[in-house]
Structure formats: structure tokens, C-alpha cells
């Protein structure tokens, strides 16, 4: 025999140093990359807005449900006073309320500057505003609250904000349902582009395809050739996709207090870790995706 | 049984038959020349053989499987028993000579640390120990064809198929390649060779199959013969 040894290094390598059966697996190479890059990029950017938005109407939910306000109206403001420190008292009395204070009447006037300007002339009869703070463990009888207030206080109004909270509960709530749409439809769109990429490449190499066949591949061997290509295609694809929209977001909550565009603390460490979903999801949408498109062509064959 | 063929037809589309009547029986431990002028139908008979396409009509058995009807999952464990040397080599040309050789040990799932001294000790034999690392666009027509034997060889198949194996190759190779033929066929394996070199058929004396206008006929050799074809026909079944 002789000393020759193959140390293959000139071999061609793909995913973890073996060699590439089908170097044209995805005959689309860069390309198909880029385009990975700007799906991972839109989903990513759009499960952070899901994220983001789900988040924010929580914490307004949170900060809604357990407060009441109270207006009292009148044209006179000596009135108002009156029915505002009777409402106080009975506001104080009520079980399940934690606290009730009024706004002064610089307070409510600060509130009313934008449409009326300041110095506002002292017979003007300026609302008066109870703010409510709820007790979180001890519900309050609301319909007893209107109706003691009502007779002591027949100028007040109870407002619990329940309009308000649902409006802006339905509101997230579609905004959640669009990011959503928009992430399957990114998805969808790339699953597609990665089918006809899987054809290209298996139509590119044809040959190299029907000589495994007839050496004995299986199709599973030939799909795991097929699917490692496209699996580290993905792979960088999706996290080139990660690191655009990354920086995206860090640049949109950083600059001032919570951000200049996001509300605070909208990013959090758990936020930032869901979005590892989306690249995850585009890798494995890529390889799953071809790997079925070449066992689908494969099964027409002998 | 190695093959079998039973009345086998073979047409593309609206063609007349490629393949008509087809019978024919390699058994193991047979060494096989297929001869026949070109278009007589040798390659589209070997693409039979090794489950390349599906017969028109008749019966085919590989190894006692009737693959004529055999659902298509069950047929790359037959092609990993067949060793094919193809006309046109059929290499990857993305690869070195060494990966080439190894590819049926790859697909069959072996361990490349227990291949490894095997494809090198393979290579070296037919001449290519220096080449291992060289792709094929790189490798003249006779080295491709080495390594095209090499790799239809080195998992040891039952049946060895070969379309003008030497074709490409120095006389001195070539007579080193029939005796690489030779031995795998001491060993066991059946062995069935297209060409059409009679210089070839007459030196080794072994029983030839003949295809003329896709009928296929047997003969066997008398000892003394020298002939460039034989006269008798000699096997069972054959047209």
C-alpha cells in the first residue's frame, strides 16, 4: 500500500464540518438569507409590539380598576363645596374604600389651563374632582355608593371608568389580533419563499439527487442533506433579523425616561427573552418547510 | 436469486419496445458480460436492474423481491445491495475522490472512522492514492472512472453492475480492474458488465448476454473458444 492519507480539507463543508451533499441546496443562498433576515426582522418587530401593547393595557388596566372618580358640577361654587365635602364624608364611610381626597381648585384649574388659560376669575364654578382609591381586597357596593351620594350630593357623578377601560381593552386587544396576523402572515410568506427556494435547489441538483437515489439514499437522507442547509440558512437569516429589530427597539426605549416612543419599562428582560420566539420560529419554519417541500418532491419519484 | 427477469418489456412512451421479452437470471456467484451493438438497449436494461425505472410489462426479482410492483420505500435497501458503475461515472463533482468512494458507506450509516483506512486502501489499490483529496473536474476520464469503480465497490455489494467499465482505461489498468472484478466476485458478489469490447469478453470466458434490437439471448463459452461471441445458447429461460 502506500503512505497517501486523506485528510480531507479540501472538502467541502456544511453545517458542523461535514460535507455538503448538495452544495446547491438552496440554490437562492444569499438571497434567501436576506429574505429570512427581513421576515425574522418584521416578526420579531411585531411580536414586540404585541408584547408591548399587551403589557401597556395591563398596567393602565391595573391602575384603572381599582380607583373612582367623583365630579361634582354646580353653578354655584359655594354649592360644589358643600357637595363636595358631603361626598367626601360619605366617601369615607363607604366599606371598600381605601381613600377619597378632593382636588384643590388650583389643582382642577391646572387640569382645565389648556382650554381655558390660566387666572381663571374666582366666581367661575370650576368642577370639583374626588379622586377614589379602592381597598384591592374589599369590593365596594356601587350601586349603595350612587345612591347615598345622590341624595347627599345630587350634583356628583360617579365615574369608575369602566368605558374607558374597555375601549382601551378592546383597542389592545385588536392591536394584539393585527401583530398576530402580521406575524403568521410574515411566516407564511416565508415558508412560501422557502418552498420555491427548496425546489430551485433541488432542481439545481437533479443529478446529484438521482445518483444518491440510486446508490441507495433514503428520501429522509437526502431530506436531512436538504434541511441542514436550510436549517443554518434560517439560523442566520432569523437572528440577522433579530439583531435589526433589536436594535430598533433599543433605540425607540432608550434616550429618556421609559424611552422616548415606548412606555416605561415596556422592554423587561422577559419581553426581550419572548422575542427569541420569533428567529426560533422563523429556523425551524425554514427547516420544517424544506424539509417537507424535498420529501414532497422525492415521493414522485421511483 | 440474484435477478430475474420474466418476459420483460420496456417502452417510452409511444416508442416501440426498447426491451422486448426479456428473460434472463443472474445468480450468485455468476460473472456476467452484457454485449450488443449501440441502441441494442444494454443501459436501459441496467437501469432495470438497478431501479432505475420500472418495466412496461413482465416481472422483475432483486434479490427474491418482486421490485416490479414493490412500493418505493422498499427499494433503496435493494440499491445499496447493487453497485453501479455508471457510462458516465456520475461522480459529485463538489467532492474529493475519497468522499465519492465513501458516499454508499455514508448513506448505509457507517461510522467515517471505520471507512476511513478502507476507501484510502481502496483508492490506493486502483492508482488514486495520490488523488484522494482531488475532485473530478480535476481527475482525467480514466481516474474518474477508477474512482466511479472504487465507489461502486467499496460497501461490498451482492451484485456488481458495470457500463463499459474500462472503457476509459490503459489495457494494464483495465486488466486490473476485471481482476478487482474477479475477486469480488470470488468473494460472492454477482457480477454483470456491459461492453463492448470483445477483446475483453473473449480473454475472461465468461457467459455473456447478447442484446440485439432489445432481445436479449445467453451464451456460454466452450473452454477452447476464442471466438468474439459464442454460438450456443446455454441458459434457461433466455430468449
Known amino acids: 500500500m502506500t503512505d497517501a492519507v486523506y485528510d480531507g480539507e479540501d472538502a467541502p463543508r456544511g453545517g458542523f464540518g461535514q460535507p455538503a451533499l448538495l452544495p446547491e441546496a438552496g440554490a437562492a443562498g444569499a438571497p434567501l438569507t436576506a429574505v429570512v433576515a427581513v421576515m425574522g426582522f418584521l416578526a420579531t418587530l411585531a411580536l414586540a409590539g404585541a408584547l408591548i401593547v399587551a403589557g401597556a393595557a395591563a398596567q393602565w388596566t391595573a391602575d384603572l380598576t381599582g380607583a373612582l372618580t367623583v365630579q361634582v358640577t354646580n353653578g354655584d361654587p359655594d354649592e360644589i363645596s358643600r357637595q363636595t365635602e358631603a361626598a367626601l364624608r360619605i366617601l369615607n364611610e363607604t366599606p371598600g374604600v381605601a381613600k377619597a381626597e378632593a382636588r384643590d381648585r388650583a389643582a382642577t384649574a391646572a387640569l382645565l389651563e389648556p382650554w381655558l388659560g390660566s387666572n381663571l376669575p374666582d366666581t367661575l364654578p370650576v368642577p370639583s374632582l374626588i379622586e377614589v382609591d379602592l381597598a384591592p381586597d374589599a369590593a365596594a357596593d356601587m350601586a349603595l355608593l350612587r345612591t347615598r351620594l345622590s341624595a347627599a350630593a345630587p350634583d356628583a357623578s360617579v365615574d369608575d371608568h369602566k368605558v374607558w377601560n374597555n375601549k382601551l381593552l378592546k383597542f389592545s386587544t385588536a392591536l394584539q389580533w393585527t401583530a398576530a396576523a402580521v406575524v403568521v402572515l410574515v411566516f407564511a410568506a416565508m415558508a412560501a419563499t422557502v418552498v420555491f427556494a427548496a425546489r430551485a435547489g433541488l432542481a439545481a441538483n437533479h443529478e446529484i439527487v438521482d445518483v444518491l437515489h440510486l446508490i441507495g439514499a433514503e428520501d429522509q437522507f437526502i431530506a436531512a442533506q436538504v434541511q441542514r442547509h436550510f436549517f443554518f440558512l434560517g439560523l442566520k437569516g432569523a437572528f440577522i433579523g433579530l439583531a435589526g429589530a433589536a436594535a430598533i427597539l433599543y433605540a425607540l426605549s432608550s434616550g429618556g425616561q421609559g424611552g422616548y416612543f415606548l412606555p416605561a419599562g415596556a422592554l423587561t428582560p422577559q419581553t426581550w427573552a419572548t422575542l427569541l420566539i420569533a428567529p426560533a420560529a422563523a429556523c425551524l419554519l425554514t427547516t420544517l418547510t424544506a424539509r417537507a417541500t424535498v420529501l414532497k418532491a422525492l415521493s414522485s419519484r421511483l | ?239
Do not use: C
Not at chain 2, 4 to 20: A, C, H, I, K, W
Not at chain 2, 123 to 142: C, F, H, I, N, Q
Open chain 2, 1 to 239: 436469486m440474484i435477478v430475474q427477469f420474466n418476459q420483460v418489456g420496456l417502452r417510452y412512451d409511444d416508442q416501440p419496445e426498447t426491451l422486448s421479452d426479456v428473460s434472463m437470471t443472474v445468480r450468485e456467484g455468476d460473472f456476467r458480460f452484457l454485449t450488443g451493438p449501440s441502441g441494442a438497449g444494454k443501459t436501459s436494461l441496467l437501469r432495470l436492474i438497478y431501479l432505475a425505472q420500472r418495466p412496461t410489462r413482465g416481472l422483475i426479482t432483486l434479490f427474491g423481491r418482486d421490485v416490479t410492483a414493490a412500493p418505493r420505500g422498499e427499494l433503496p435497501p435493494l440499491r445499496r445491495r447493487v453497485g453501479v458503475v455508471f457510462q458516465d461515472f456520475r461522480l459529485l463533482d463538489h467532492l474529493t475522490a475519497f468522499e465519492n468512494v465513501a458516499l454508499p458507506l455514508k448513506i448505509a450509516g457507517v461510522n467515517p472512522k471505520r471507512y476511513r483506512e478502507d476507501v484510502m486502501e481502496l483508492l490506493t489499490w486502483v492508482g488514486l492514492g495520490d488523488r484522494m483529496e482531488a475532485k473530478p473536474p480535476t481527475l482525467s476520464g480514466g481516474e474518474k472512472q477508477r474512482v466511479a469503480i472504487a465507489r461502486a465497490v467499496v460497501a461490498k455489494p451482492d451484485l456488481i453492475i458495470a457500463d463499459e467499465p474500462t472503457g476509459n482505461v490503459d489495457p494494464e489498468m483495465g486488466a486490473r480492474i476485471m481482476r478487482l472484478f474477479l475477486e469480488l466476485n470470488k468473494l460472492g458478489a454477482a457480477v454483470l458488465i456491459a461492453t463492448h469490447d470483445h477483446g475483453l469478453v473473449q480473454r475472461f470466458k465468461k457467459p455473456l448476454f447478447r442484446l440485439q434490437s432489445g432481445r436479449l439471448s445467453a451464451h456460454v463459452p466452450k473452454p477452447q473458444e476464442r471466438a468474439p461471441f459464442y454460438p450456443r445458447a446455454a441458459e434457461g429461460g433466455a430468449a
